[in-house]
């Protein structure tokens, strides 16, 4: 008999039949002897003790004709097996190993993934998770693969280069090849799925180390999700920048993510700040341009005495009712866009444009390059309250906040994690101003 695998399947070919063995979430292989065990050949054993290997979670027992024995053990039997013949494991439609792509180890460079991402409608890390192009690639794998090639994780899989291919190909082997051996040299205690996980967990640059500093820069590590994936990276050495000149640029982020000291960077560097926030509060002014059509939507109680419009009366309607909100929006919107046209006109200069909800706005189509300001929930949170402007309970409500976040770093391009120091920040702040200089240098 002989055991092969492929992906994440192994295949057992006895002497007729093919056995493909899936262990999916739980599953584990024990070999065991007859002599120090209670299992009698050929009989249905009688489950000993919880701790004993053969337990009830053991659903599958192979006897060997050196009276060893090979057991499956899998507590929430997600484990799959199929049986097929020598002649049909590889073409049977019901056989999983038809779907399944190129083993990685097989492939000599980029040239078949990048024939694959050409035609891939979704991200990078999607690409590698997807068992028909390449087989073997977990979750934490990809993400691990991401970092060492120093592709963002979301980028769209059409886009990457058959350089990049390469990498992504040669990195695969890389950690893959990391893990087999970590795996390998603890065999004997591997039933202990703790002990295996433990001993790769040491090795992991980005999987499960969100908010700790990246081992290359100390930019604290991001996660996000990509197709429902848990998804790890480092914004700053993952970091992609459009190949263009890039003359006006996009900030957003939550409250108290740190925006505003971003902001002050890019001043600093020479860049014209335009804030929206501003705006849409100027064109509420009595007399601007929102002023008459709010007033008539929301009537004549969200006045003060001097004819001037409330805004946090203003604020208290639109915040308990949705379409009034977007009635809101849908005024001062346009307004705002207009006037943040005019105000980049000048094609020499550079702007800043600081935009709260820049995508809900649609003002993400007037820059050639866009930011988003992270910061990791708990630090917010934290600094909400310290700052003493928001209680208690408002700053519990951030948390469905969080998935507005994750939504909006899958469309940036560019993300900058304020949840460490001042000085992890502005390092990424100033290596980014720089990157921008040398390209802008560069491209005509
Ligand atoms: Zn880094």
Do not use: W
């Not at 008999?1 to 399947?9: L, S």
């Not at 009698?40 to 489950?47: E, I, N, R, S, V």
């Not at 082997?173 to 591997?190: I, P």
């Not at 805004?311 to 009712?321: C, G």
């Amino acid at each position: 008999m002989d055991i092969e695998r492929y992906g994440k399947f192994l295949i057992f070919k006895f002497e007729e039949k093919i056995l493909l063995s899936h262990l999916r979430m739980e599953g584990k292989y024990y070999l065991a002897h007859y002599e120090n065990s209670s299992y009698q050949k050929g009989l249905t054993y009688q489950p000993e003790e919880e701790d004993s290997k053969f337990n009830k979670h053991v659903h599958l027992v192979f006897e060997f004709t050196d009276e060893s024995l090979l057991l499956y053990h899998d507590v929430r039997k997600f484990g799959r097996f199929y049986l097929f013949t020598y002649n049909d494991y590889l073409t049977n439609p019901r056989s999983p190993l038809v779907k399944l792509g190129h083993e990685p180890f097989n492939e000599k460079d980029g040239t078949y993934l990048y024939s694959k991402a050409q035609k891939f409608k979704k991200t990078t890390k999607e690409l590698l998770l997807d068992q028909s192009v390449l087989v073997g690639i977990g979750n934490i794998y990809a993400d691990e693969i991401c970092f060492l090639a120093k592709i963002p994780p979301q980028k769209s899989a059409f886009t990457l280069t058959k350089e990049d291919c390469d990498l992504l190909v040669s990195k695969t082997q890389e950690v893959l090849n990391k893990a087999l051996e970590l795996g390998g040299s603890t065999v004997r205690s591997y039933h202990f799925a703790n002990d295996a996980s433990g001993r790769f967990q040491n090795e992991l640059n980005v999987y499960g180390r969100e908010g700790e500093p990246c081992y290359l820069c100390g930019t604290p590590i991001s996660k996000t999700k990509i197709g429902g994936r848990g998804t790890h990276f480092c914004a700053h050495c993952q970091q992609e920048l459009p190949s263009k000149k890039i003359r006006v640029i996009g900030v957003t982020g939550l409250i108290s993510a740190g925006k505003s000291m971003v902001s002050s960077a890019f001043q600093k560097a020479g860049y014209h700040l335009v804030d929206a926030d501003q705006i849409a509060k100027d064109c509420l002014v009595k007399g601007e341009s929102c002023y008459q059509k709010v007033l008539e939507t929301f009537g004549r109680e969200i006045l003060r005495s001097d004819g001037e419009i409330e805004r946090s009366k203003l604020r208290e309607i639109v915040v308990k009712d949705e379409v009034a909100l977007t009635k809101l929006n849908s005024l001062i919107h346009p307004e705002v866009e207009a006037v943040i046209v005019e105000k980049i006109k000048d094609e020499r200069k550079c702007f800043l444009l600081d935009v709260p909800l820049l995508f809900e706005a649609g003002l993400d189509k007037l820059c050639d390059l866009t930011i988003f300001v992270n910061t990791h929930e708990k630090v917010r949170r934290k600094r909400l309250i310290a700052r003493g402007t928001m209680p208690l309970k408002e700053a519990a409500k951030l948390n469905s906040s969080l998935l507005e976040a994750i939504k909006k770093m899958a469309k940036v391009d560019v993300i900058i994690d304020n949840s460490l120091t001042r000085e992890a920040t502005d390092f990424q702040v100033k290596s980014l101003i720089e990157k921008i200089r040398q390209l802008n240098l560069i491209s005509k």
